[in-house]
């Protein structure tokens, strides 16, 4: 059974910084692709960053780029997003997805529970 | 970018009703696209990829077509447990965007 755990959410402070782990479970997970979205209260779904099976092709959407680094341990079966300079606006839910290729295609067909990041003073 | 463009925002309609909804990208994305289905609370839920394949598990009332820069996804004989948000996301080129999102209720 695939599974997705995500840790490392919670609340920290304008500037600061967080990392989120996603431990993955049920399958190769140096085989696919792994992405992070993210959902702002009462907003949609923001792609945030993707990443290849291998590790060695990253992108970024434009509202992270230089904040945000995106990261696996393919011996640990674990994905990262480091999150460093946070913003009130990157207050939201993040979830890891499992891609369905090698290569990001944004068809992610098993997801983790999500977590909550708050950037508040 | 590419700008993804869903049409309504939000909707509603009767169990058994079919709906339709659409998805516009700025620039062709040939069929790198995906919908999701998304209910508070929950994590997204993958129903189409490729624009018209249906996920493994996903009931066959949902279905997905076109390509280039218009894409519909429709839902036949709604059922109660289809009220949620729809999303579109292309994969053509980074960044992945998301259309803004339909809201279908169930009357």
């Known amino acids: 059974e695939v599974q997705l755990l995500q840790s490392g959410g919670g609340l920290v402070q304008p500037g600061g910084s967080l990392r989120l782990s996603c431990v993955a479970s049920?399958?190769?997970?140096?085989?696919?692709?792994m992405t992070w979205v993210r959902q702002a209260p009462g907003k949609g779904l923001e792609w945030v960053s993707d990443i290849s099976g291998p590790g060695a092709t990253t992108s970024y959407a434009d509202s992270v780029k230089g904040r945000f680094t995106i990261s696996r341990d393919n011996s640990k079966n674990t994905l990262y997003l480091q999150m460093n300079s946070l913003r009130a606006e990157d207050t939201a839910v993040y979830y890891c997805?499992?891609?369905?290729?090698?290569?990001?295609?944004?068809?992610?067909?098993?997801w983790g529970q999500g977590t909550l990041v708050t950037v508040s003073s | 970018d590419i700008q993804m463009t869903q049409s309504p925002s939000s909707l509603s309609a009767s169990v058994g009703d079919r709906v339709t909804i659409t998805c516009r990208a700025s620039q062709s994305i040939s069929t790198y696209l995906s919908w999701y289905q998304k209910k508070p609370g929950k994590a997204p839920k993958l129903l189409i990829y490729t624009a018209s394949t249906l996920q493994s598990g996903v009931p066959s009332r949902f279905s997905g077509s076109g390509s280039g820069t218009d894409f519909t996804l429709t839902i036949n004989s709604l059922q109660p447990e289809d009220s949620a948000a729809y999303y579109c996301q292309h994969s053509y080129i980074s960044p992945h965007t998301f259309g803004q999102g339909t809201k279908l209720e169930i009357k």
């Open positions: 049920g399958f190769t997970f140096s085989r696919h692709a």
């Open positions: 997805a499992k891609d369905r290729d090698l290569i990001p295609m944004a068809q992610g067909d098993y």
